[in-house]
């Protein structure tokens, strides 16, 4: 009877004992050291996936009726180069290309560099290429600036023009821009850029940027905080290596198991550039086209040859061509 009662209480308390939660994942812990080119590349290729980037598509522009807003906001901002490019990605080509990746900024211009060079490794032979050379493979403009200005006010100001209230930093989206010309522009460059995996935000530096694409279209004095002469020795190019040096740096030393980058549709065109063999793409091209439009919210439908916005946007309803 004592055993009965024992294996009684003893089979109620593991009833009552709760099932084991299953043990959370833990997130990476970031390594302190700087890594060499080896373990970098052993990084970029085994944990780190590998997407193209979105250029903007010239037949979606077209049949929303701006393809002359965005090709006048980027050509401002010297990036009209972006309406021609469409490159995939070659993972082992970046890795390589990324892990050996080197940077030197020229504070005067060389007269054959321009106003840096950068180096790298493919198959165990060094290039070095200087901005100058970049710059035509590239079509980014190559000045002595690498950064945008520090200004907040300019991000304020851009903000209030283009949606009509003030900015909340974290909070702010894309689909706030009420402009479809300049929603889409604003798109190009968090696709580009500053493509990330998340990319419905709208962060400081873009926001400068379409401030720097909208000043030369602008009443004068729309923008109250904002100049021409802020932007005088900007560098795209130099701007753009930064952005190389920051996702190199990031792959490195973020706690996602298994983070995301883009930079490899920028390193195509380069390595293309010197007939490097680049081996199988592993990604093809994308756009910012008429599908990936309407499953961002973009476009809310279409009836024949009209596209519907968001409420947002609904002062703007653009006519795609008549097509024979």
């Known amino acids: 009877m004592i055993e009965e009662g024992l294996r009684a209480e003893t089979e109620d308390e593991e009833e009552e004992t709760p099932a084991p939660k299953p043990a959370k994942k833990r997130k990476r812990v970031p390594p302190t050291s700087k890594p060499t080119s080896a373990q970098l590349y052993e990084r970029l290729y085994d944990d780190v996936k590998w997407n193209p980037m979105r250029f903007p598509d010239a037949e979606a522009l077209h049949a929303l009726g701006i393809y002359e807003d965005v090709r006048m906001i980027l050509q401002n901002m010297g990036m009209e180069s972006l309406l021609g490019m469409s ?39 060094t290039y070095k290429v200087g901005f100058k050379k970049l710059s035509s493979i590239l079509g980014f403009s190559d000045n002595r600036g690498s950064f945008l200005p520090a200004r907040s006010a300019i991000v304020d100001d851009i903000w209030t023009m283009i949606t009509g209230w003030s900015r909340t930093a974290g909070e702010d989206k894309s689909n706030d821009i009420s402009n479809p010309g300049v929603r889409y522009a604003h798109k190009v460059l968090t696709h580009t850029f500053y493509s990330g995996r998340e990319p419905g935000g709208a962060n400081d530096d873009e926001l400068k940027l379409l401030a720097l694409g909208l000043l030369p279209i602008l009443e004068e004095g729309t923008l109250l905080h904002t100049d021409p002469e802020d932007f005088e020795d900007l560098g795209l190019l130099g701007l753009l290596m930064k952005r190389f040096e920051y996702y190199r740096d990031w792959a490195w030393t973020t706690p996602n198991e298994k983070p995301t980058l883009f930079i490899g549709s920028f390193i195509t065109p380069i390595l293309e550039a010197f007939g490097i063999d680049l081996g199988p793409r592993d990604h093809a091209p994308a756009s910012i086209n008429l599908a990936y439009l309407k499953k961002t919210h973009f476009l809310t439908g279409q009836s024949g040859n009209r596209y519907g916005y968001p409420s947002s946007l609904s002062s703007y309803r653009y006519s795609s061509p008549v097509r024979g």
Do not use: W
């Open 87 to 125: 490159y995939g990605v070659h993972k082992e080509a970046s890795c390589e290309f990324l892990s050996t990746f080197f940077v030197q900024y020229h504070c005067d211009e060389h007269r054959t560099e321009g106003f840096g060079r950068i180096s790298f490794k493919i198959n165990e032979r």
